[in-house]
């Protein structure tokens, strides 16, 4: 395993990371069994960094990460990771990032993770509603309090970046250390204004759905829509809507030069759309959405 700097942190992370995202899903066929052994195959291959968020099956995710954390004996080598932001219930101080709400939100995180401090803890995206310097505030204290050790932003564009990153330097407060977009061959909306300024402020890129939400695997067609035992198939509404939109020319064309490049070296198509996001700029480490470990051991070969 390849281990790169979070960013500008002193922390070292594996380059392929573990998301958590589909970990307790109400859809699918994946049990808890079938993701602890997920989780312990990531951690034997060396995977260190493990992403989650408190809302991924309204903290199904974060509870099965505390069990199997319980269960593995260097909580220390793992780079742990959550989120917060978006709804956790109906009602007031169930979401957003106040001074108010992320306490709250962050002492659930840990219960259900079982662990007392984070790693890493990311704002899932900008809140409106919220000014930025209170946000800052308040992540600034966990950290002084010893309940997280990095923050990091999600989803943000080139502005907030920006605007996030001057309040914490003018203010003195815990610098932002990385930024999790989507990011995949399909998608390279970022590197217009996002990659840019998460670069020029030393933020460490932890790209989302890098196969594309299983396209750049080659298992879809454009002659029928997905069903079954794949990642549109499970959710067949979601699906179709995915699958319209990503129906095109330019999608079919860019997967025909990924197969090309993948059979020229005998290898298959997630490998080298993995290794494609693995090499951009400031890339720190490469979110699988691990569901079992099979797909671990294949995305891992890459």
Do not use: C
């Not at 962050?106 to 401090?117: E, G, K, P, V």
């Not at 502005?159 to 989507?182: C, D, K, N, Y």
């Not at 996002?194 to 020029?200: D, F, Q, S, T, Y």
């Amino acid at each position: 395993m390849e281990y790169r700097r979070l960013g500008k942190t002193g922390r070292d992370v594996s380059v392929i990371g573990f998301g958590a995202w589909a970990i307790g899903a109400d859809w699918g066929d994946v049990d808890d069994a079938t993701s602890l052994a997920a989780l312990h195959a990531a951690a034997d291959a060396g995977v260190t960094l493990i992403d989650t968020a408190d809302v991924y099956s309204r903290g199904v995710s974060e509870e099965i990460i505390g069990r199997w954390l319980t269960q593995h004996e260097n909580r220390d080598r793992i780079a742990l990771t959550t989120k917060a932001r978006f709804p956790m219930g109906d009602g007031p101080g169930m979401s957003g990032t106040g001074s108010d709400d992320l306490p709250r939100a962050l002492d659930a995180s840990h219960r259900r993770l079982q662990t007392d401090y984070l790693d890493l803890y990311q704002m899932h995206a900008w809140d409106p509603d919220v000014p930025i310097e209170e946000t800052l505030g308040t992540l600034d204290d966990f950290v002084e309090a010893g309940k997280v050790r990095q923050v990091g932003i999600s989803n943000f564009t080139g502005w907030q970046i920006e605007r996030t990153a001057h309040v914490a330097r003018s203010l003195g407060m815990t610098p932002v250390a990385s930024l999790q977009p989507q990011y995949n061959l399909l998608a390279r909306e970022i590197e217009l204004e996002i990659l840019p300024a998460a670069v020029e402020n030393g933020l460490g890129i932890l790209p989302w759905s890098p196969l594309g939400g299983g396209w750049l695997t080659g298992k879809y067609s454009p002659v029928a829509r997905p069903s079954g035992a794949t990642r549109l198939g499970d959710d067949p509404h979601r699906g179709v809507e995915a699958y319209d939109r990503r129906n095109n020319e330019r999608t079919w064309r860019i997967l025909a030069t990924v197969g090309e490049v993948a059979a020229s070296r005998a290898t298959t198509m997630s490998q080298v759309a993995l290794n494609w996001v693995r090499n951009r700029p400031a890339v720190s480490s490469v979110l699988l959405g691990v569901r079992t470990a099979d797909q671990l051991t294949d995305n891992l070969a890459a």
